[in-house]
C-alpha cells in the first residue's frame, strides 16, 4: 500500500501523543461512556471515587516487542489482526536471507539472525523514543478509524485480557458484576501473563469487598497466588496477613509474620517484635526454633551490655588484650558460643554469658561444644583448658581422654591454631587409625609418634627410611637406631 | 534519524545480555552520547536531552529512579515544548526489559513521579542467543516464580519465545514434554496460534521436535557438582553472558627482565564462546581430559613455529608469514586456557573438593542416603558456606525422595544454630520448591529412577566417552537422558518411570502444510529443540551436545533455557533476602 499510510501508521505509533493525548482523551472518552451508562441504570452505581486506580491503562503499542516490529514493517494494513498476518511473512524473509545450508544444519549460523533481529529491534526502539520532536510539527492529522475501536466497550473479557497482553489501553470498570469481573479474571489467569493477572486483581481489589474477594480467590489458586506475590512486593503486610489467615494458612501467617523481623534494626524492637513471634501458630519444629531465636537475642543483649563497659572500663586484661572484633548481636547461635568460650571460659554456670549456661539452654550437642570450645581455648593457646576439655574421670577416678569428634579433627583445630609439637603429638598420639595417624604425625613433625607407629608395626622398611627426615645426631636418630638395632637382635 | 542526543541509564544486570547482542558502537551511531549504570544519587550531568532507563520491571529499581532527581521535572507538560531551542529540561523515559509492569508504573505513581516519564516502553527480550547452539531469556528467577510463588509469567515470555522462533524458522512439527510448566508452555502455544491464525508461515521447518523440560522433573542434575571444563569454570568462577572474571595472578605477562614483579590487579576478564576454536574444541570434556588436548596443542603449536627454520625459499617464507596471525592467536588463546586450566585444577586437586565429590557420588549412586552424612556435619562445624552445605543437603534428601524426619530435623537444626536462626526462612523455600523434603509415604523411588534411566555407570571412560554421564564422572543427567531417550527407542518404552517423575508428560502435532513438510534422505539428522524451563547447566548442554555428535545418533540437539544456572546460583536465587533493601 501507499508509504503516506505507512508513515501515519508509523506516527501514531510512535509519537509521543499516543502515550500522553490518547490516555486522557480516552478518559474524557470512558467518562462520557460512563456517564451515560449511569444514567441509563441509576441503581448501579459504586463507588469510583478513585478512578485513576480503577481504570487499568496501559498505552502505546509495546515498543521492540515482535508484534510491534511487525507492525513497523507492516504496510499500512490497519487493522492489526492482518498486520500481525502479513508480518509475521515479512519479519522472517528478513532471516530467510541468511544463509541456511540445507542438510547439515550447520546451526551456528541459524541464530546469527536472531541476534541480528534483536539488534535492529533496539535501535528501532531507542529512535521510538526520541524521534518525537521531528513528529511534533507534523499537522495533527485525523485519527484512523480503527483506533476508536480500543475505546469500544464492547469488548468481551477474553478480548480485553488478549489486548492488555498486548499492552494496549483497556479500561475495565466496565466489568461491573461480580460474574463480569470474575469472567475477567479467568480469563487472565488462562493467558498466563502474571502482568495482565495482577493488572485484574489490582481492579478487583479496588472494587470488591475484602471477604468476597477472598472468597473467590479461594477456588482461584493461580490468582491467589499472584495476589500473595503481589502483597508481599508492595509490602502491604496487614493485607495480607488479613488474607492468609482467611485461608487458614496458619503456618504461612506466622513465617510471613516473623519475615518482618528482618526489617527492623533496632535490637531491643527486635527482641520484643521475636517475643510477640512465639505464639504464631509455627510447625512444633519451628516453633522451638523461634523460641530459641528470642531467647538467643535475649542473651546477646545482656552480654553485650556488659562487655562492653567492660571492654570501655579497660579493666580486663583479656578484652585489652583481645579487643572485641565485632559486636555480638544479631549473631548465629554457635558464633555467641564461641564467643562465650573466648571471654567466658570459667564463668559460673548461674551466668548468662557461661558457655555452659549456654549448651544447657540450647541443648547444644557434646560434639558441637567440644568442637567450639576447643576451637576458642586452642585461639588463646590455653593447652591447659584444652587438655582438660578432652579428660573424662569415669567413677574410679580414673582418667581418660575422650572427643567426641575424633581427635584427627582435635589435631586440625590445635594446628590451625599453630599449637607447638610437644602439644600436638599429644593428641596425634590417640589418633586411633593408624594410616591416618602416621599422616598427620608425618604432616606435622611429630617424631616420636612416627617412630613408635613404625615399631609397633614391625616395619623396618619405614623407619630406615624415615632417619632421613630426622635431624642428624638428635635423640630422634638415637631412638631409630636402637630400635632397629633391637629389631635385629629379636628377628635372630 | 534522532535529532537529539541521549544517554541511557543502565540497569547494570541488563548491560550483560545486551552487550550480546549490540555494540556501543551501535549504540553511538543512533546518538547515544553516554551511558550511565543505574545507582542511588543524582544522575551525573550531562549535555543530552534524552535520558532513557533501561531497567529490569522491579521495584527496588524503581526506587533508585525515583532517587535519581526525576521527580524535580513537572508532570511531563512542560516537556512537550521543550525541544525548541536547547534548553536545560531533560527529558525521561523509561523502557522496561523484558516486560513493562503494572506494579513498577504504580509504585512509581505512588512516588509521584510517574509523569515525569514521558514514554513508558517495553522492549521484549525473549531469547538471547548465546552461542550457535544455545538461547537463554536470562530471567534469573524464572523457577522461583514458578515454583515459590506459583508465578508463571516467565512461562509466558517462553511460549512467546517460542512463538518467535517459529515465525523465524518454522512450524515445529512435533512437540513433547515432560512437567506442569511444559504443559502450560504447550497450551499458551497452541493458544497463541488459534488466536493468531496468520501466523501459520510457509517456512520450512528447521527443527522436527521441540521437547519442553520442567526443571523440576530433574532436581538432582544441577545440585552436583559439573565436572566438564566449562561447567568447572562456571561452578568455580561464574560465567556471565559468556564473559568470565578470573584471578589475575596466572595471567601476568611473563616478559624477561622488567616490570616482572608489579602484578595486574584487576580481575582477567575473558569471553568464552565457540569462536574460539581450542575452547569449541574443550569446552564440552571431562576436566580430566583437557590437559591431554593441552599438551598435544602445545606441541603443534610448537612445532609449527619451528617450520621457520625450515622455510628456504623466498615462497616459503611468505606462506609461513601468512600463518602467523592465526598461529598467535592460537597460541594466545592455548596461554590463556592452561592458565585457565591451572587454576581448576589447583581447586580439584584438593583434599575437600575430593571429599566433597565423594559425597555427591555417593548419594547420586544411592549410598547411604538415608543417614546423617558425616562430611556434611563437619562442614557445617567448619562453617563451610551455607550453600554449600544446602546443596549437599537437598542433593540427599532429593536421591532419598525426601529425607527421614530425624534426618531432616537434625539437619535443619545444626543449620540454623551455626549460620542463624532467620535461615528458616530459606529453609522453607527450599522446601516448598521440593528441594528438600521429609520423605512421604516412607517409599525411596529414586533407585528405581536410577536403574531404569541408567543415571549411574559405574565404568565411565573421561577421555574417550561414550556415555553422556561423562559430564559428571559416572552420574547421566536425567534431563538429557530424557531426550535420549525421546529420540531412541522412545518414551513408551519408560512410561512407569516417566510416571513416578512430577507433572504430565504429553505428546502434541502441530499441523504443517503439505508443501512444507520434510522429505527426510537417508541418514540425515533430525533436528530438536530442547527448552529447559527453569534453567539449565552447562554440563547438561555438553551432554546434548555429545549427543548431537554421536555418529549413529540421528539427532542434533539445539538448546534454549529460561537461565543458565548452576547449583550454586540456583539454590541462590531461592533463598530469603536477609539484608534489607539498600533503602
Known amino acids: 500500500m501507499s508509504r503516506v499510510r505507512a508513515d501515519e501508521e508509523e506516527y501514531w505509533h510512535s509519537s509521543k501523543f499516543r502515550a500522553f493525548t ?27 471515587d478513585d478512578d485513576d486506580l480503577e481504570r487499568v491503562s496501559w498505552s502505546g503499542e509495546p515498543v521492540g516487542s515482535i508484534s510491534w516490529s511487525i507492525k513497523e514493517t507492516a504496510s499500512g494494513s490497519t487493522s492489526s489482526l492482518d498486520g500481525r498476518d502479513s508480518s509475521l511473512q515479512k519479519g522472517s524473509s528478513s532471516c530467510a536471507a541468511l544463509p541456511k545450508q540445507a ?44 483506533e476508536y475501536k480500543d475505546y469500544s466497550s464492547d469488548w468481551s473479557p477474553k478480548d480485553t485480557v488478549r489486548r492488555m497482553q498486548r499492552g494496549k489501553v483497556c479500561s475495565l470498570e466496565r466489568f461491573r458484576s461480580l460474574q463480569d469481573k470474575l469472567v475477567l479474571l479467568d480469563e487472565a489467569v488462562a493467558g498466563h501473563d502474571g502482568n495482565v493477572i495482577t493488572a485484574v486483581l489490582i481492579f478487583l481489589k479496588r472494587t470488591l469487598r475484602r471477604e468476597i474477594l477472598f472468597r473467590e480467590l479461594e477456588v482461584r489458586q493461580v490468582a491467589l497466588c499472584h495476589l500473595i506475590h503481589f502483597l508481599r512486593e508492595t509490602g502491604e503486610q496487614k493485607f495480607l496477613l488479613d488474607l492468609l489467615r482467611f485461608l487458614d494458612r496458619t503456618e504461612e501467617v506466622a513465617l510471613s509474620q516473623y519475615r518482618e523481623h528482618l526489617n527492623i534494626q533496632d535490637v531491643e524492637k527486635r527482641r520484643e517484635f521475636l517475643k510477640g513471634c512465639i505464639g504464631l501458630p509455627f510447625s512444633a519444629e519451628d516453633t522451638s526454633h523461634i523460641q530459641d531465636h528470642y531467647t538467643l537475642l535475649e542473651r546477646q543483649i545482656i552480654i553485650e551490655a556488659n562487655d562492653r563497659h567492660l571492654e570501655t572500663a579497660g579493666q580486663s586484661e583479656l578484652f585489652r588484650k583481645y579487643p572485641r572484633k565485632a559486636s555480638i548481636l544479631n549473631m548465629p547461635l554457635v558464633t555467641t558460643l564461641f564467643y562465650s568460650c573466648f571471654y567466658h571460659y570459667t564463668e559460673a554456670e548461674g551466668m548468662f554469658s557461661s558457655p555452659t549456661n549456654l549448651k544447657k539452654t540450647f541443648k547444644i550437642p557434646d560434639k558441637q561444644y567440644v568442637l567450639t570450645a576447643l576451637a576458642a581455648r586452642a585461639k588463646l593457646r590455653a593447652w591447659g583448658d584444652v587438655d582438660a576439655l578432652l579428660t573424662t574421670k569415669n567413677w574410679l577416678g580414673y582418667t581418660k581422654k575422650k572427643a567426641p569428634i575424633g581427635f584427627h579433627r582435635v589435631v586440625e583445630i590445635l ?16 589418633v586411633e587409625d593408624v594410616e591416618t595417624r602416621l599422616n598427620l604425625a608425618t604432616k606435622y613433625k611429630c617424631h616420636d609418634v612416627v617412630i613408635e607407629t613404625y615399631r609397633d608395626l614391625k616395619d623396618r622398611i619405614q623407619l630406615t627410611a624415615y632417619k632421613c627426615k630426622v635431624e642428624r645426631g638428635s635423640a630422634d636418630e638415637e631412638k631409630i637406631n636402637s630400635i632397629l638395632n633391637n629389631m635385629v637382635r629379636n628377628a635372630y | 534519524r534522532c535529532p537529539f542526543p541521549q544517554a541511557i541509564v543502565w540497569d547494570e544486570y541488563l548491560t550483560g545480555p545486551f552487550g550480546l547482542i549490540a555494540q556501543y558502537s551501535l549504540l553511538k551511531e543512533h546518538e547515544v552520547e553516554k551511558m550511565f549504570t543505574l545507582k542511588p544519587g543524582r544522575l551525573p550531568p550531562a549535555d543530552v536531552k534524552n535520558i532513557i532507563f533501561f531497567v529490569r520491571p522491579k521495584l527496588e529499581l524503581m526506587d533508585i529512579i525515583t532517587d535519581n532527581g526525576t521527580q524535580d521535572r513537572g508532570q511531563g507538560s512542560s516537556g512537550r515544548g521543550g525541544h525548541r531551542g536547547r534548553s536545560p529540561q531533560r ?27 514521558i514514554h513508558r516502553e517495553q522492549y521484549s527480550l525473549d531469547l538471547i542467543p548465546f552461542d550457535g547452539d544455545l538461547l537463554s531469556m536470562e530471567s534469573e528467577s524464572a523457577f522461583k516464580e514458578c515454583y515459590l510463588e506459583s508465578d508463571q509469567t516467565s512461562l509466558y515470555h517462553a511460549a ?31 493458544r497463541m496460534k488459534r488466536e493468531f491464525p496468520g501466523s501459520q508461515n510457509s517456512i520450512f521447518p528447521v527443527f522436527d521436535t521441540l521437547l519442553l523440560l520442567d526443571r523440576n522433573v530433574d532436581l538432582l542434575t544441577p545440585l552436583a557438582t559439573q565436572l566438564t571444563y566449562e561447567g568447572l569454570i562456571d561452578e568455580i568462577y561464574g560465567i556471565q553472558n559468556t564473559y568470565v572474571k578470573l584471578p589475575p595472578e596466572k595471567f601476568a ?110 548419594f547420586m549412586s544411592g549410598i547411604d542416603t538415608d543417614k546423617v552424612n558425616n562430611y556434611i556435619e563437619d562442614c557445617i562445624a567448619q562453617k563451610h558456606p551455607l550453600i554449600k552445605i544446602l546443596r549437599l543437603v537437598c542433593l540427599q534428601s532429593v536421591c532419598n525422595s525426601g529425607l527421614k524426619q530425624k534426618v531432616l530435623d537434625h539437619y535443619k537444626r545444626e543449620i540454623l544454630q551455626t549460620y542463624g536462626y532467620e535461615h528458616i526462612l530459606t529453609l522453607n523455600n527450599l522446601e516448598k520448591a521440593g528441594l528438600l523434603k521429609p520423605q512421604t509415604g516412607g517409599r525411596n523411588n529414586y533407585p528405581t529412577i536410577r536403574k531404569t534411566l541408567r543415571l549411574w555407570m559405574d565404568d565411565v571412560n573421561e577421555q574417550n566417552p561414550n556415555d553422556i554421564s561423562y559430564v559428571y564422572s559416572g552420574y547421566a543427567p536425567l534431563s538429557v537422558r530424557l531426550a535420549q531417550l525421546l529420540a531412541r527407542p522412545g518414551w513408551r518404552s519408560i512410561e512407569e518411570v516417566l510416571k513416578m517423575l512430577p507433572g504430565p508428560h504429553f505428546e502434541e502435532r502441530q499441523q504443517l502444510p503439505t508443501g512444507l513438510q520434510k522429505k527426510r534422505q537417508h541418514g540425515e539428522n533430525r533436528v530438536t529443540l530442547v527448552f529447559f524451563l527453569g534453567g539449565v547447566t552447562y554440563a547438561e548442554i555438553a551432554a546434548l551436545r555429545f549427543l548431537s555428535q554421536m555418529e549413529d545418533g540421528g539427532t542434533e540437539y539445539v538448546i534454549a533455557t529460561t537461565k543458565l544456572i548452576n547449583g550454586t546460583t540456583w539454590i541462590k536465587s531461592l533463598m530469603e533476602k536477609l539484608e534489607p533493601a539498600p533503602f
Open chain 1, 103 to 146: 542438510s547439515s544444519y550447520s546451526l551456528s549460523s541459524l541464530f546469527k539472525g536472531e541476534g541480528f533481529l534483536c539488534a535492529t529491534q533496539l535501535c528501532l526502539s531507542l529512535s521510538a523514543l526520541t524521534d518525537t520532536g521531528v513528529k511534533n510539527y507534523a499537522p495533527e492529522l485525523r485519527r484512523p478509524k480503527a
Open chain 1, 415 to 430: 594446628q590451625r591454631n599453630n599449637a607447638p609439637v610437644q602439644v600436638l603429638q599429644e593428641y596425634v598420639r590417640l
Open chain 1, 22 to 48: 490518547f490516555d486522557d482523551e480516552d478518559d474524557e472518552l470512558s467518562q462520557l461512556k460512563e456517564s451515560k451508562r449511569a444514567v441509563n441504570s441509576l441503581r448501579d452505581i459504586v463507588d469510583d
Open chain 2, 160 to 190: 512467546k519465545g517460542l512463538m518467535t522462533l517459529q515465525a523465524l524458522y518454522g512450524t515445529i512439527p512435533q512437540i513433547f514434554g515432560k512437567g506442569d510448566c511444559a504443559r502450560h508452555v504447550a497450551n499458551m502455544m497452541i
Open chain 2, 253 to 362: 605477562p611473563k616478559k624477561q627482565g622488567e616490570g616482572g614483579k608489579d602484578l595486574p590487579t584487576e580481575p582477567k576478564k575473558l569471553q568464552l564462546n565457540s569462536a574460539e576454536e581450542l575452547y569449541a574444541e574443550i569446552r564440552d570434556k571431562n576436566f580430566n581430559a583437557v590437559g591431554s588436548v593441552l599438551s598435544k596443542k602445545a606441541k603443534i603449536i610448537s612445532a609449527a613455529f619451528e617450520e621457520r627454520h625450515h622455510a628456504k625459499t623466498v615462497g616459503e617464507i611468505k606462506q609461513f608469514v601468512s600463518q602467523l596471525p592465526h598461529m598467535q592467536a592460537a597460541r594466545s588463546s592455548l596461554a590463556n586456557h592452561t592458565s585457565i586450566a591451572e587454576l581448576i585444577k589447583d581447586i580439584t586437586t584438593s583434599e575437600d573438593f575430593f571429599d566433597n565429590l565423594t559425597v555427591e557420588q555417593e
Open chain 2, 91 to 117: 527529558d525521561f523515559h523509561i523502557l522496561f526489559v523484558p516486560r513493562r509492569s503494572l506494579l513498577c508504573e504504580q509504585w512509581l505513581k505512588e512516588q509521584g513521579v510517574l509523569g515525569s516519564f
